[in-house]
């Protein structure tokens, strides 16, 4: 049976006759403000140059976690507040936290797929790599066991992904294929230069003016919310749950169906397409992953500063797999972007074709796990 969940908009979780009004959303914007004043101050005192330590690695999470969430609620509850400041601000908080993120997006992206390509190859070593302090990472820990012995990935049952026995790994061969290892160094040269290009572009974003008028923005902020007259008595919980019902509306139109399956073909669907758009399945899965974000988001800002909401696992869950969702697509389309590298070794593109299909089922098993995961609302509320 799922596990049930209080509900933060439920009236057990603060006085009698009490709900969360607009005076509860300026505590929470100005609360986030403060977060991210507090992280911009840690991020220049710990230096962001190419040595930079891994307290300025946190604080660059830590601003585009306060960025995120003031840009989702000033969506959100935008009708309770200066329409015209909303719309120049939410922008801007998006451009930040964005362009903080890419740096990090190409490390974790370059990481999964020199995992995969080990993986695939029956190789339990990880060969060192020497492309800058700031550029490892840990192994993704979504690695999806289930293999077949030709290298095919098999998307594997919920229970096996979460609590089975995994499969060993094969014998140690010492070193990769030489076609995978050419695609990883292919791969190598290419992410790492792109993660270089956007920690670059990441500095120079941090000492730019435009960063410095959204940051006078926060912190104005932090101290005067331009609430509306009629906001401060004015009930949160219509414009949480409008918030709610979106995303409820996104999944309707997802195709839980097919993914409540453990394996269905459609990943490998257009999967040798030359066009370089991202794979068109995506789309819809990606926008309920930022619809889930705003929900929970929305959940928070219910809770006033500093509140102690109610953790809900299931949203948890489902947005690890929606995460994980993510970043196997991305995977696949960069493998698939170095596959069309001109005047690749055969063996090069045959183990970028592997490491394509490889992704595509990873994409497979997370779309899996999030029906499995949103199953359980479902069954809970009954």
């Not at 000033?74 to 719309?87: A, I, K, M, N």
């Not at 908080?93 to 995992?115: D, I």
Request: charged share 20%; net charge positive; glycine share 6%.
């Amino acid at each position: 049976m799922a596990q049930r969940h209080l509900d933060p908009t439920d009236s057990r979780l603060r006085p009698v006759g009490t709900a969360p009004t607009g005076d509860t959303l300026a505590g929470y914007l100005r609360d986030q403000a403060t977060e991210f004043l507090r992280a911009l101050r840690l991020h220049r005192e710990t230096g962001a140059g190419a040595n930079g330590s891994e307290g300025s690695a946190e604080a660059a999470r830590a601003l585009r976690r306060s960025a995120r969430r003031i840009s989702a609620s000033l969506h959100t509850f935008q009708p309770l507040l200066d329409s015209d400041w909303c719309e120049t601000v939410r922008p801007e908080l998006a451009w930040v936290s964005g362009t903080l993120a890419m740096e990090h997006a190409y490390t974790a992206r370059l990481e999964r797929l020199l995992t995969a390509l080990h993986r695939l190859s029956g190789s339990t070593a990880f060969p060192a790599r020497t492309t800058g302090p700031d550029a490892t990472a840990s192994p993704p820990a979504d690695v999806a066991a289930g293999r077949s012995a030709a290298g095919v990935a098999t998307v594997p049952t919920a229970a096996a992904r979460d609590a089975g026995p995994r499969t060993p790994p094969a014998p140690e061969r010492g070193n990769l294929t030489v076609g995978a290892a050419k695609a990883g160094a292919l791969l190598d040269r290419q992410l790492t230069l792109a993660r270089t290009r956007a920690h670059s572009t990441a500095l120079q974003a941090l000492g730019s003016s435009r960063f410095h008028a959204v940051a006078d923005k926060v912190a104005v902020l932090a101290s005067e919310v331009p609430l509306l007259t009629t906001a401060a008595a004015t009930d949160l919980r219509p414009h949480a749950t409008a918030a709610e019902e979106r995303l409820t509306d996104a999944v309707t139109a997802l195709p839980l169906v097919t993914a409540g399956h453990p394996y269905n073909a459609a990943a490998l669907v257009h999967g040798l397409s030359p066009d370089t758009v991202p794979h068109p399945q995506d789309a819809p899965w990606h926008q309920v992953r930022l619809l889930l974000r705003l929900h929970r988001y929305a959940r928070e800002a219910l809770t006033g500063p500093k509140g102690n909401a109610v953790v809900d696992l299931r949203l948890l869950d489902a947005g690890q797999a929606l995460n994980r969702h993510r970043d196997a697509s991305e995977a696949a389309a960069a493998a698939a972007q170095a596959a069309r590298t001109p005047r690749i070794a055969p063996a090069t593109a045959y183990a970028l074709g592997v490491l394509h299909a490889d992704q595509r089922h990873e994409v497979e098993a997370a779309r899996f796990a999030f029906q499995q995961a949103w199953q359980k609302e479902t069954v809970g509320s009954s």
